[in-house]
């Protein structure tokens, strides 16, 4: 074999300068969605630290890595950056950053594969999974499990304040003092902290220690502490209020969930120090030798399939790129004026007003309309509708923002004057002291649903095959004030429904 030359070297750096830039170019739009999401999610703020920490267990691994030859394997490197590929067109085409945060780590995946082979990526396996951690993809799975967390930290809470004497009644989340009656809110399940502390915990196990015994014990005391410190805050926010604190987070809310969960983290840290102390702390055995890439270099046919894996990483990259441009989506405009053809005034109905002040639908349409309508029994009912001319990431027809919405929605069947059924979602929404009683579905160019995930799905096959990407909501809302029956409210509103579909239809037809 002959030795690496200077002007190789020159080559595979400026190679790799190009995948680097290629790579961050696509993927810079997930990069400022994640920083969005640590900026701003206080159970995501360790995701800062996440990509140093993966650097940090890689230089562990530098030993393992100086064993491994390289290999680029150009198959199954393909297909991985080819599956990361189509992750992000979807992503994009949906409108859903997740997908484009997990198409980023694949893509990382498939480039470690691609280029130095299947050795490589199997001692990278524990840095690169621990990059997931950065994502936020358990929002869905914290939401599922918060209402037991809740019922959980609440009884523990309770439980632990009899011990001390403390009056104290459970009536499901909530903890009734003798001057104060205590709700474990969603925030307060500790579930959210949970990652964090995993986060932590990982690099806790690579810097202090080295059997696999003692990690799995510290594995178990950092889920153990996640659970049980959020019970120490809220029995700590109970006495405070109980001996006549004021404020209830203590004085500078100093018993905040996030300041709670530093106390967390410092006893984590002492576990681990201590179970160092006991286990002994000895290296793991690693035969000390250079691979050929330091002895000598790359035979002449490994080095052919390494440049050719260059050349399809930056390649398959550069596609997705190209297909996931907004740009080549162009926006469909109505073809009526805004929404000239829905009457302020059809049958025993007159819209009184434009725009409701109402916010149930918080959402950034390139169009909109508001209005409120009165019958002659002075019965109003709130109309909405938001046309998105192009859906694109933060400004979509299916939106976090109504997630609440979304929650309490049915799927419900709705037959018209001229004996036509549509399908739509009915809602009773409580926002701002108030409840409403809700009706609405989506138009996605010309195709009614009521479904949430049938909306993305059209949305994506509009976006792929047709490159366009517009919907409409369509919502009807009826304050349920004092005296105001749900029953009547629901029939006043399919009234003015019948009354307004065919219009509203035609507005969005073709």
């Known amino acids: 074999m002959e030795r690496n030359n200077p002007h190789r070297t020159i080559f595979i750096a400026l190679a790799g300068c190009c995948l680097c830039a290629v790579f961050i170019f696509v993927y810079w739009n997930v990069f400022l969605s994640l920083i969005n999401a640590w900026l701003n999610v206080p159970a995501y703020s360790h995701g800062f630290l996440v990509p140093i920490v993966s650097l940090y267990i890689i230089w562990v691994y530098r030993n393992r890595l100086s064993l491994s030859d390289i290999k680029p394997n150009l198959f199954i490197g393909t297909a ?47 840095p690169l999974l621990y990059l997931v951690l950065m994502l936020p993809v358990l929002d869905g799975l914290f939401r599922k499990v918060q209402l037991p967390f809740q019922l959980l930290s609440a009884k523990m809470a309770v439980a632990i304040l009899q011990v001390f004497d403390i009056p104290v009644l459970l009536s499901g989340k909530y903890i009734e003092l003798p001057t104060l009656t205590l709700e474990v809110a969603r925030a307060c399940s500790g579930i959210q902290y949970m990652v964090s502390i995993v986060a932590l915990v990982i690099p806790l196990m690579f810097i202090f220690l080295k059997g696999s015994g003692s990690r799995i014990l510290l594995m178990f005391f950092a889920f153990l502490i996640g659970v049980s410190v959020n019970w120490l ?20 809310h100093i018993l905040q969930g ?59 990259l ?58 002659r029994d002075n019965e109003n009912v709130n109309v909405y509708i938001g046309y998105f001319e192009r859906q694109e990431q933060g400004r979509e027809v299916v939106h976090s923002n109504l997630q609440s919405l979304y929650d309490n929605s ?71 004030e004092s005296g105001v029956d749900e029953n009547k409210a629901y029939v006043i509103m399919v009234d003015l429904i019948e009354s307004l579909f065919p219009f509203i239809e035609s507005t969005f037809s073709s």
């Open 80 to 126: 991985v950056l080819l599956v990361s590929g189509s992750l992000l067109v979807l992503g994009e085409a949906s409108m859903i950053n997740v997908v484009q945060q997990v198409s980023m780590l694949v893509a990382i995946c498939g480039i470690v594969i691609l280029l130095l082979g299947s050795r490589f990526m199997r001692v990278w396996a524990v």
């Open 318 to 375: 550069v596609g997705a790129s190209q297909i996931v441009n907004p740009s080549s989506i162009a926006p469909v405009k109505l073809k009526q004026e805004e929404y000239s053809l829905i009457p302020e005034k059809i049958g025993t109905w007159q819209s009184i007003r434009e725009g409701t002040g109402e916010t149930i639908f918080n959402l950034d349409p390139d169009l909109y309309l508001e209005r409120t309508y009165l019958n």
């Open 410 to 480: 049915q799927k419900i069947r709705i037959t018209l004057d001229s004996k036509q059924s549509i399908d739509v979602n009915k809602a009773i929404l409580k926002k701002e002291n108030k409840r409403y009683l809700v009706i609405y579905w989506y138009n996605i160019n010309g195709r009614l649903t009521e479904s949430n995930v049938a909306a993305k799905i059209i949305s994506v096959i509009d976006s792929l095959v047709f490159r366009r990407a517009n919907a409409a909501l369509i919502g009807f809302s009826v304050p349920l």
């Open 233 to 252: 805050r809220i029995v700590l926010i109970a006495l405070w209020v109980y001996n006549g604190g004021e404020g209830l987070h203590g004085p500078g």
């Open 258 to 316: 996030l300041f709670v969960s530093v106390f967390g983290f410092f006893t984590l840290f002492m576990i681990a120090w201590i179970i160092a102390k006991i286990s002994g702390n000895q290296q793991d055995s690693i035969e000390e030798k250079r691979s050929k890439i330091i002895q000598g270099g790359l035979d002449k046919k490994v080095e052919k399939r390494m440049w050719l894996a260059w050349g399809m990483a930056i390649s398959i």
